[in-house]
Nanobody, 123 residues
Framework: QVQLVESGGGLVQAGGSLRLSCATS????????MGWFRQAPGKEREFVAT????????YYAEFVKGRFTISRDNAKNTVYLQMNSLKPEDTAVYYC????????????????WGQGTQVTVSS
């Protein structure tokens, strides 16, 4: 059974930092491109960042470049999203996704998703 479990969300003031984690099971993690997406209320889900299977290549949405960093630990079957300099517009539910086509940013054909973790940034 495939499971992706996000953690690390919460409430933070603007300018603050959070680190999201996504622990996976039931997947051959080291063979899969992983990604993070987010969805704000009333808006469509959008791409945030992706990392290839060995962690050697990453790709980011323009609005997070220089602020967010995606990384992975294949020994722990876990992918991370370090979020710095957070802004109120970063408020959303953040979702981990598995088995992307690097560096695709589309979300509609992804089969494996976590349940999401809420990130709220206050001004």
């Amino acid at each position: 059974q495939v499971q992706l479990v996000e953690s690390g969300g919460g409430l933070v003031q603007a300018g603050g930092s959070l680190r999201l984690s996504c622990a996976t099971s039931g997947l051959t993690f080291s063979r899969l491109t992983m990604g993070w997406f987010r969805q704000a209320p009333g808006k469509e889900r959008e791409f945030v960042a992706t990392i290839n299977k060995n962690g050697g290549s990453t790709y980011y949405a323009e609005f997070v470049k220089g602020r967010f960093t995606i990384s992975r630990d294949n020994a722990k079957n876990t992918v991370y999203l370090q979020m710095n300099s957070l802004k109120p517009e970063d408020t959303a539910v953040y979702y981990c996704a598995a088995d992307l086509n690097f560096p695709s940013t589309g979300w509609r054909r992804i089969d494996y998703w976590g349940q999401g973790t809420q990130v709220t940034v206050s001004s």
